[in-house]
Each structure stands twice: as structure tokens, then as C-alpha cells.
Nanobody
């Protein structure tokens, strides 16, 4: 089992920045890829970014490319989503998730955090 705890959400004005963190505990010796998803009210959950176990490969959805950066700690148990130039449309609950493979498919992520709210005001 892997437990994931997100932090760093909050309220920010458009153009501002936030950094989300996701700390893993439990069976962290396994090589998990990590992803950040988000879900806005009335919308489907979408993958924002993902990173391999090594941190050597990343994926970003088109709407955040150039604005968001996903990284993970040297110990591999914490991932960080740096979000710059935030827009009102980035408002959502952001979820951290872990998968045994590097994937963009939500159904391949085995473990999920509780989510953290990000609100961007215009």
C-alpha cells in the first residue's frame, strides 16, 4: 500500500504561482510513476502531468505546457508540481496518484491522494 498526501493548494490571483507537493509513504520502495490529475466542477478528471520513477521523463497536457513543471525528490518519495502563470481555468481539485508504469490512463493509477483545492481568481 502507498499513501499519498497532497499539500500546497490555495487561492491565488491570475498570473500567480503555486507549488503543490505530494508525499508518499508506505510501500515507497516500489518504483511508482506519479501523476497529477485535476477535476473542476462539472468536468471530467484530466491528467495534468506525469513523471517516471527516475524523473527522467515527463508528460504534460497541452494546456499547461510551458507553465507547469513536475519534478520529484532525489529520494523519489515526494513530487512537486510548480504552477506558474496560473489562469482561472486552472481552478480545480488537484489529485496526486501513483502507478506501477508511466501512463496517461487514469485507470492504471493504483493509489490516489485526497486532493487539494486550487482556486485562481481573475
Amino acid at each position: 500500500q502507498v499513501q499519498l498526501v497532497e499539500s500546497g493548494g490555495g487561492l491565488v490571483q491570475a498570473g500567480g504561482s503555486l507549488r503543490l507537493s505530494c508525499a508518499a509513504s508506505g510501500r515507497t520502495s516500489s518504483n511508482y510513476a506519479m501523476g497529477w490529475f485535476r477535476q473542476a466542477p462539472g468536468k471530467e478528471r484530466e491528467l495534468v502531468a506525469a513523471i517516471t520513477w527516475s524523473g527522467g521523463n515527463t508528460y504534460y497536457t497541452d494546456s499547461v505546457k510551458g507553465r507547469f513543471t513536475l519534478s520529484r525528490s532525489n529520494a523519489k518519495i515526494t513530487v512537486y508540481l510548480q504552477m506558474n502563470s496560473l489562469k482561472p481555468e486552472d481552478t480545480a481539485v488537484y489529485y496526486c496518484a501513483a502507478a506501477p508504469v508511466f501512463t496517461t490512463r487514469a485507470n492504471q493509477y493504483d493509489y490516489w491522494g485526497q486532493g487539494t483545492q486550487v482556486t485562481v481568481s481573475s
